[in-house]
């Protein structure tokens, strides 16, 4: 009997480092970068709003205001008459940035798989920018405000940023195979939580000259950005005269070396021969249909269990420096920059875990047991004493038990998603994929944006962390299939190790 892919040694340090060019860091870092600048923009509103909160409100419910006269002049900018309403139309605001978000996605990753990722990548940042700079800076020096405008605007905010994480996905998985992709992409899915840290440094040091500042020097930032990108970033190595990553991969790796993790089949079935892995290669394969992609096998089940946790991960994003600031009375700029170690966590989490999964060749039973100890995380977090140190440390750690396995489903799972037998040699698969993925999660972060601000209003921040938890439970549930087949498959593996010697 022949030994199954799965156990043969992977040269994937081999593979990894001969595909190491300084093409490849150059799209590397051109792809961070460019979708760190679309978070810092996302991020600076998250960071304002309690200083647009009381803009917005009458100056007699802000206790450090002065009084002003004649009352009617100083007063009319303000939108709602308590705070309260403020803080529901801001929740608001966010639920209709992420459904519109998450319906551009859809949208974003057929457009990008049929046009030229990197014309859809700078146009998407360059017109975002010019848009939240009208939304927070134009209307705030024209002392302009009504609803219905910041609505609108913030509607065509979210489908113009939807270009960039289907585009960005795209261009890493032409350029990076499965050798070390876990590592890969979980140290690349940092970006968005360096946008975030970088959004929120940004916004600290201008907000005491008023928060349009913030708005400005972010988007200024992530325009530019969308110019570098659109003059120096190479979407495919057959751009520059490189190999397609499948003929590289063959080159470097054994038969099976290129078998995705995401595989519908069991070890039983490792025997069979793909003949499409082996279809030629001079011969443009077309893109997938939406429907097509849907079928695909993992992808309903990532993309259910993604909706429940980006809630989770989008409701810490959006709201974490307001909790902090309501909660426990600390001031907006010290709470920006301590919500930062949430991202840190994030970051270390999906890089460890990433590389975890790369070496059990397994993903599912990775995230499962990250997500049961961010359980027991949001529990100990809701429960953070008045102590910025204490408050750190336990949120480092629940953004490494959160955003770790979100960064990877986000990055790593979709690239695999997207790059299986099925669909082997067509990267024209790869942003359809990835905009289902993501697209399904921002349906349930923007439910749960407004759901957040419902329940804090309502009820208290406590039973905010009790739906959050309900929500990682859900997340658990939905992937509980994939992680019972994978552990299956390792147990199999095991034996079968065992008994070849």
């Not at 799209?27 to 709003?49: I, P, Q």
């Not at 705070?83 to 859809?106: C, K, M, N, P």
């Not at 990722?117 to 302009?144: D, I, K, P, Q």
């Not at 070496?359 to 047991?369: F, G, I, N, S, Y």
Request: negative net charge; contains cysteine; proline residues 3%.
């Amino acid at each position: 009997m022949a030994m199954p892919g799965s156990l043969r040694r992977q040269p994937g340090n081999r593979a990894l480092a001969s595909i190491c060019t300084h093409h490849h860091i150059a799209v590397f870092l051109l792809t961070f970068f460019s979708y760190s600048l679309l978070h810092a923009s996302r991020k600076t509103f998250s960071n304002v709003k309690v200083s647009i909160s009381s803009q917005w409100t009458p100056t007699f419910l802000n206790s450090t205001a002065m009084e002003l006269q004649p009352y009617e002049l100083w007063n009319s900018s303000h939108l709602f008459s308590t705070a309260e309403e403020a803080t529901l139309f801001l929740g608001t605001l966010d639920t209709i940035f992420l459904f519109s978000y998450a319906v551009g996605l859809f949208v974003s990753g057929i457009v990008g798989d049929r046009l030229n990722l990197r014309w859809v990548l700078s146009f998407g940042m360059c017109s975002s920018a010019l848009v939240v700079f009208l939304f927070g800076t134009v209307t705030e020096w024209l002392h302009f405000y009504n609803k219905w405008f910041y609505c609108c605007l913030w509607v065509l905010n979210g489908l113009l940023q939807s270009t960039g994480w289907p585009c960005v996905v795209a261009v890493m998985g032409n350029w990076f195979g499965k050798a070390g992709r876990g590592f890969v992409f979980g140290l690349w899915s940092a970006c968005a939580s360096v946008g975030n840290i970088l959004g929120a440094f940004l916004a600290s040091c201008v907000l005491k000259y008023g928060y349009e500042y913030a708005f400005l020097v972010t988007t200024s930032v992530q325009f530019a950005g969308g110019g570098v990108v659109f003059f120096g970033l190479i979407t495919s190595p057959k751009e520059v005269g490189l190999p397609e990553l499948d003929e590289e991969e063959k080159s470097v790796a054994e038969e099976d070396a290129n078998r995705p993790l995401m595989s519908s089949e069991d070890v039983d079935d490792c025997d069979r021969n793909y003949s499409i892995q082996a279809s030629d290669s001079s011969i443009q394969p077309k893109a997938i249909g939406f429907f097509q992609a849907c079928c695909l096998p993992g992808v309903i089940l990532y993309s259910l269990a993604y909706a429940c946790l980006k809630l989770v991960n989008y409701s810490f994003f959006f709201w974490l420096p307001f909790y902090l600031s309501n909660n426990f009375g600390w001031k907006e700029a010290e709470a920006d920059q301590l919500s930062i170690w949430y991202d840190v966590g994030g970051i270390i989490g999906g890089t460890i875990q990433g590389l975890i999964s790369d070496m059990l060749q397994k993903r599912a039973p990775v995230l499962a047991v990250s997500l049961l100890l961010a359980v027991g995380a949001l529990f100990g977090y809701s429960r953070s004493p008045d102590s910025k140190p204490i408050n750190a440390v336990i949120m480092a750690v629940t953004g490494f038990f959160i955003g770790g396995p979100s960064n990877m489903i986000s990055s790593a799972i979709s690239a695999d998603l997207g790059r299986q037998e099925l669909v082997r040699g067509s990267s024209e698969a790869l942003a359809t994929v990835t905009g289902i993925v993501d697209g399904t999660g921002s349906i349930g972060a923007a439910v749960g944006q407004y759901l957040v601000s419902l329940i804090q209003d309502n009820l208290g921040w406590m039973w905010v962390f009790y739906f959050f938890i309900l929500m990682i439970s859900s997340t658990i549930l939905f992937i509980s299939p994939l992680v019972v087949r994978e552990i299956r498959l390792l147990l199999q593996e095991r034996c079968l190790r065992r008994l070849t010697g």
